[in-house]
């Protein structure tokens, strides 16, 4: 209780320091921290991409992340959305980037802006605007005149364009990093000379747009003086070599809640116990000053912004959900952790580290203050056993790989495996099918013929220097006569990326794709040509550009090379169609869908439009359309009554694809006196200064209430949120308590000692209370 107590204290004062719109602050740094307004101080900061969600979403995202307890937002700024073509700039809707600047700082956080420009991100070209590949003479990211003309050009817009809206925090704004490149160290190698003088190029052109506060480059161990070099990755405690110079401070710029995620790969699950441990460490051992969660909200990528095999979903196992939805307990471990660290802060910043071996693989880190404040962390570094301590007279069961956070150097407020957090299991419920063939219209794609394109060449073209990326699409067509000895000749194509669906006179003869790894792959089919003349029109398709390493702008996609049977026609004459005919009527939208004639809903077949309409669902829950029948292409929604087309390479069914609400309908909370759960040698009645929260606290998301108690035991049940099972002890009463405490309301809080439950079942046993909840 006292711990909670005082954790709640502390959130009221941290929160209320900071709900003033912050800026006009003064941002220096130290060898030890950054400085604000003459305060050592340690900023949690997460990365929330503007372009990856709807500026409906932006205040509540926002509202949560604060509520999270970050101190700041960190967003690239997304070159390719907002200057399309040379000199045409947009900074509308989801790129309105100063309006979600300015709402950060409305919500009293602060801004960490990476301009890049190029940024990788898992966003295509890497957030280089395409027409950068048709300037004469460019090579990207070097020393290279007019990709430095481009680049400065574009920073000194967004530098000015902040500067007019004084949002930079010398001018009273909330930003008060700014990041110029990104990851450049991983190619610089390959540019010699060239790279280290576009480091310094780079430096010095970022340095003279006088922002009067410091600038990043992330992941650059030689970034020139005064530009910071700071550390991206999952353990910069471990990878890292350090800030560049013994005056800048230590900042962790992508610390990754999870990881970006391809076509085909599992999602990746960073624990929230990784998170903290990794975090803590980061400022103990490396005197970290700023850490940034890549991604704090992943979101989506609309349009065609994934890069090449990136999924639409970004970081959904973020702390804030694809859907914006939090994340439990990782949301909550880390708020945790952000106000233990917070309570340490003055003996942190402005003690003496004295570090005590308390074990063979266990530490103290001791900060102390002249006027006596003292703050430890004890660092349990064995990854398997749990191990009791003894530190200044008092007793500590430190789990594996985990650290205590002791502000007072004596109470445990914080340990970084403990998670306290309840967990929350997301649901997707179908609020409308689509299941009725009545409801839907189609339209076939034409497969074009050589004979019908106008763009011929010589060979076979590279597809993103054909198509300019106005789509997806490339169509390469061929007439060859059948002169072959076999029946049916072997039609190999060899291609670079991504996708390949072959026709032979219409029909569908193979297909292929590579992968995110690999995005190469060869088809080899036999096909079936008729006597005389043969109409072979391959469709490539890309799946987003490429988003980094050296040379990008001489990258190739689309075919290599076409052999059939044992003729080579790789530079026989080619007929090209950019793009589907589909698109170029823009029959995803009200006005093209009345262009072609729609057919009533047949069966499923390759290329193919469907389009049918929807009433907005009602209710504040998020929506998703769930594809899950469908093979491989693309989605467009429009309007009020909303207007959704499809469009299918493969054979997927529209009619078993649904539009699902978004929510948490399960909550599980799990205490215990037992700490650590498994193994507690110090016997169950010795007395620890750690004081874990004696309740289970459950709460459901808002509008909904507790509907089932689907598992309740006091006594000692096994597992825990994800598995569990009853124990040895199980008092009775527990399903009846906890459902006299908990049915029918939003949120609950059982404590559960041996009086709530009415009696000790297994006197001497310590207890563990873990129940698990229905949210509707
Ligand atoms: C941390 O900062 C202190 C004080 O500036 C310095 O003495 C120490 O060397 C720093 N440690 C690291 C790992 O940078
Ligand atoms: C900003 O803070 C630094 C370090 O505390 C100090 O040296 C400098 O004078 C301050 N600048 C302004 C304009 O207050
Ligand atoms: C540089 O940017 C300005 C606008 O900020 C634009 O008018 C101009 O055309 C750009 N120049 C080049 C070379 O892109
Ligand atoms: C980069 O700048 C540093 C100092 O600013 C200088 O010593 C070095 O020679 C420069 N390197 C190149 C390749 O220009
Ligand atoms: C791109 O296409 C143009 C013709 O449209 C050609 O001149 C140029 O060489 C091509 N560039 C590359 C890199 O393929
Ligand atoms: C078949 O036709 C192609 C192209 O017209 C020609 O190059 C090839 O020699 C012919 N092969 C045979 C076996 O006649
Ligand atoms: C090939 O395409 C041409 C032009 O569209 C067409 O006239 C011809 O019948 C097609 N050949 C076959 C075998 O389908
Ligand atoms: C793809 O490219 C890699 C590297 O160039 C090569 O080793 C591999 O054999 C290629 N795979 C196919 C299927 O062409
Ligand atoms: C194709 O031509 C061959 C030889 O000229 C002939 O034997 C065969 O019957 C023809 N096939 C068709 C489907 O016309
Ligand atoms: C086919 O032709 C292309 C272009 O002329 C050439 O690059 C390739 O090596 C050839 N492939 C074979 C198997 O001869
Ligand atoms: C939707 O949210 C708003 C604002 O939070 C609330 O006033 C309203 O009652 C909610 N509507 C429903 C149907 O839940
Ligand atoms: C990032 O963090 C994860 C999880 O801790 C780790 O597996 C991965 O190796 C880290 N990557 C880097 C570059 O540090």
Known sequence: MVWFGCLIALLVVVGGG???????????????SLIIDGQRTILFSGSIHYARSTPDMWPSLIAKAKQGGLDAIQTYVFWNLHEPQPGQYDFSGRND??????????????????????????WTYGGLPFWLHDVPGIVFRTNNEPFKLYMQNFTTKIVNMMKEENLFASQGGPIILSQIENEYQNVEGSFHDDGRQYVNWTATMAVGQNTNEPWMMCKQDDAPDPVINTCNGMRCEETWKGPNSPNKPSLWTENWTSFLQGFGDDAY???????????TLFIIKMNGTFVNYYMYHGGTNFGHTSAAFIITGYYDQAPLDEYGIIRQPKFGHLKEMHAALKQSLQPLLYGDLAIEHLGEKQDAYVYTRTSGECAAFLLNNDNRESVNVAFRNMHYTLPPTSISILPDCRTVVFNTAMVNTQVSTRAMQPIIRFTSAEQWEEFTEVIPEFDQTSLRFNGLMEQMNTTKDSSDYLWYTLRVENNFSEDQPMLRVNSNGHVLHAYVNGDLVGAGHGTRKFTNFTLENTVPFLNGSNNVSLLSVMVGLPDSGAFMERRRAGLQEVVIQDQNVSSSLWGYQVGLLGEKLSVYTEVGSSHVSWSEYSSPSTLTWYKTTFDSPRGNDSIALNLGSMGKGEVWINGQRNLLVLFEEEYGNPLNISLDTVSINKVCGHVSDAHPPRINPWGAHRRYPWRPRPRVHIRCPHNRIISRIIFASHGNPSGDCERYSIGKCHSPTSRRVVERACLGKRQCSISHTVETFGGDPCPGTPKTLLVDARCE
């Open 97 to 122: 980037v100063i309006s979600f600047i300015k709402q950060v700082q409305q919500q009293g956080l602060y801004v960490s802006l990476r301009i890049g420009p190029f940024i990788e991100a898992e």
């Open 269 to 279: 699950l960073r624990s929230a116990e990784d998170l903290a441990f990794h975090t």
């Open 18 to 32: 900071t709900t003033v719109v912050v800026g006009g602050a003064n941002v220096s740094y130290d060898g030890r």
